[in-house]
């Protein structure tokens, strides 16, 4: 039987009742309320799991039509990036989930994407709203920052320090986590002629980046690189991992033109395409002539691009997905107690600023940060209804 110390104790962590706030008794002992959530927090990350340590829910899969209609609801447009996209990520999980079960000899290749498109048109949202629809982990980094070993910068593998905090240092979570690696671009090849300085941001990191997105075994530092020096590495398996590469890749267009121009053949040369238009045409070989390595472009096997954004589908970017802005701006008016109405010469003003700034989608957010914020600082003087 206990005596009175210790039934005025937590039998877990041994704090005394008055460190705590809430003691519960049982017959055997005590446990307080900060062990109650630890153990509610154990409890609930195990229950994902069978005993033999694989997941219990299932992979969250659609079919390619599935996911490009869930795509639809969230970005306007682009429905050429929104098929590819949706046909590779189909089949890279159509992979991992019949991996154990198939007897078949054949082995299917990763089906990495890079995504070519000025700022503003949703390469990273794309990637986003797909991690979301799967339930899968996510990660955005950003390939400016990396650098070559031992250099001032992040190492390559911290990418995967971000998609392991993202599943909450899950290894097999991880593992099957798609990471979405911004400003591709800015890691080109800085020259093709050879010179006596490293090119530590550029052509080293794609030479690093060459085995994490092929697959291989990673040792990962779970709170980041040389800060923390004493850590233990964490084994990550990257050959389940969809990466997704974006950037604008400035200037992509006179590769293209000067290709499409090499091909004319008669003597009647054809009008090279609008300019706007080139990116229809973006292959490998473009990107190659723009500074990324071939070893890397390999990995990187599916090539599709975003079209700029014209003022149509800016104005349907505002209205029309389910977390469009102005819906949210409705939605903020409607907690208040208003109903706000927009008129189309306010959402045409919109656009024509949103475009002089040159961000694409993005300048839509802050031109209407500048149109509603003086509406929403004197909302308490603002009638029921209001319409701007």
């Given at each position: 039987m206990t005596n009175n110390l210790e039934d005025n104790k937590c039998s877990f962590c041994g704090k005394s009742?008055?460190?705590v706030n809430i003691l519960v008794s049982g017959i055997e002992g005590n446990i307080c309320e900060n062990c109650i959530e630890q153990a509610h927090g154990i409890v609930i990350e195990e229950s994902k799991f069978s005993s033999d340590n694989e997941l219990v829910q299932p992979l969250n899969l659609k079919t390619p039509r599935e996911i490009k209609n869930f795509l639809d609801e969230y970005i306007i447009g682009q429905d050429q990036a929104k098929k590819i996209l949706a046909v590779a990520v189909y089949n890279h999980y159509k992979r991992i989930l019949n991996e154990k079960n198939s007897k078949n000899e054949v082995e299917i290749d990763k089906s990495n994407v890079i995504l070519v498109g000025e700022t503003g048109t949703g390469k990273t949202l794309l990637a986003k709203t797909i991690a979301r629809l799967l339930n899968v982990p996510f990660a955005i980094v950003d390939a400016t920052v990396l650098t070559e070993a031992g250099y001032v910068g992040e190492d390559v593998e911290s990418i995967l320090t971000r998609l392991l905090q993202s599943a909450d240092y899950n290894v097999e979570l991880a593992e099957k986590g798609i990471v979405f690696i911004d400003e591709m671009d800015k890691i080109a090849r800085k020259s093709d002629n050879p010179s006596i300085t490293r090119d530590v941001s550029g052509e080293g990191v794609q030479q690093a980046l060459l085995k994490i997105l092929e697959g291989t075994v990673v040792n990962v530092p779970p709170q980041g690189?040389?800060?923390?020096?004493?850590?233990?590495?964490?084994?990550?398996?990257?050959?389940?991992i969809l990466f997704i590469a974006g950037g604008a890749f400035s200037g992509i267009e006179k590769h293209i033109a000067d290709r499409l121009k090499k091909h004319v053949i008669g003597y009647k040369n054809e009008e090279p395409k609008h300019i706007e238009n080139l990116l229809d045409e973006v292959n490998?070989?473009?990107?190659?002539?723009?500074?990324?390595?071939?070893?890397?472009?390999?990995?990187?096997?599916?090539?599709?691009?975003?079209?700029?954004?014209?003022?149509?589908?800016?104005?349907?970017?505002?209205?029309?997905?389910k977390n469009a802005l102005i819906k949210q701006y409705e939605k903020l008016f409607e907690l208040d107690g208003k109903t706000l109405t927009v008129t189309e010469e306010t959402l045409n003003n919109i656009v024509e600023q949103a475009n002089e700034l040159g961000l694409g989608a993005r300048g839509l957010?802050?031109?209407?940060?500048?149109?509603?914020?003086?509406?929403?600082?004197?909302?308490?003087?603002l009638p029921d209804e209001v319409t701007i």
């Open positions: 009742r008055n460190d690189g040389r800060k923390h020096p004493d850590q233990k590495f964490v084994e990550v398996n990257t050959k389940d490998a070989t473009d990107l190659k002539n723009f500074g990324i390595i071939p070893e890397l472009i390999g990995r990187l096997p599916i090539i599709t691009y975003l079209k700029p954004l014209d003022k149509e589908a800016m104005k349907a970017i505002l209205t029309q997905p957010r802050s031109v209407s940060e500048d149109v509603f914020t003086e509406l929403m600082y004197t909302i308490d003087e």
